[in-house]
């Protein structure tokens, strides 16, 4: 069966205290891991996609990195604006584009 | 600027009362999805829509119904025998073949019973 794991549930940090986030997956054939931030009372943002093993993404204070098993999400010297909860996706091994998500950190970044 | 509109963004439904919720969407993407989220829980998917004029139901499915005549339009109405629609409804579309971005959302529809 298709999982997707994330952890910690809720990770909160001060500011300039880098960390982690984790997002473990059992799917066969990956097709690709996707990475969405999501503020309250708001829609997914698209952060990152990664296609193979080895393969890192950066943007601003987020790099993305993806081994055979798990992805991470590394955010350095995180601000107060970085809060919020991080998602990840993967494909569906049965669905050409249906994505299945994990439940999320919830990540805070105190001043 | 091409994008995702549900509305309304906020819903408040009597007992026994369906509502619908809109999504509208000018990306020209062809598949559209209705997602539930929980405090706490991951995003569940409720239907999705590969093409116009067809469905398929998703992992909650009881309780909702959908309609897909246009390309641009996935209405999502909850019925009366949804005995639990408190919560927040995203709505979200994508190429047929994802890549790239996968889903782009929408800012979300949060319906409450009264």
């Known amino acids: 069966e298709d999982q997707v794991t994330q952890s910690p549930e809720a990770l909160r940090l001060q500011e300039g205290e880098s960390s982690s986030l984790n997002c473990s997956y059992t799917?066969?054939?990956?097709?690709?891991l996707f990475w969405y931030r999501q503020d309250p009372g708001k829609g997914p943002e698209f952060l990152f996609t990664?296609?193979?093993a080895g393969e890192e993404k950066e943007k601003e204070r987020l790099k993305a990195t993806l081994t055979k098993k798990e992805s991470f999400l590394h955010i350095t010297a995180p601000k107060p604006e970085d809060s919020a909860t991080y998602l990840c996706?993967?494909?569906?091994?049965?669905?050409?584009?249906?994505?299945?998500f994990g439940t999320g950190t919830r990540l805070t970044v105190i001043p | 600027d091409g994008g995702i509109t549900q509305s309304p963004k906020y819903l408040f439904r009597k007992e026994g009362q369906n509502v619908t919720l809109s999504c509208e969407q000018n990306?020209?993407?062809?598949?559209m999805y209705w997602y539930r989220q929980d405090p706490g829980q991951g995003l569940r998917l409720i239907y999705y829509?590969?093409?116009?004029?067809?469905?398929q139901k998703g992992d909650i499915a009881e309780g909702y119904s959908v309609s897909r005549e246009k390309k641009e339009s996935f209405p999502l109405t909850v019925t009366s025998a949804q005995k639990n629609p408190t919560a927040f409804y995203l709505c979200?579309?994508?190429?047929?073949?994802?890549?790239?971005?996968?889903?782009?959302f929408g800012s979300g529809t949060r319906l409450t019973v009264v």
């Open positions: 979200a579309s994508t190429l047929r073949m994802a890549g790239g971005t996968g889903y782009t």
């Open positions: 799917v066969s054939g990956l097709r690709g």
């Open positions: 990664l296609y193979s």
């Open positions: 996706a993967v494909p569906w091994a049965g669905g050409a584009n249906n994505l299945f």
């Open positions: 990306l020209n993407h062809d598949a």
């Open positions: 829509s590969q093409i116009v004029n067809d469905f």
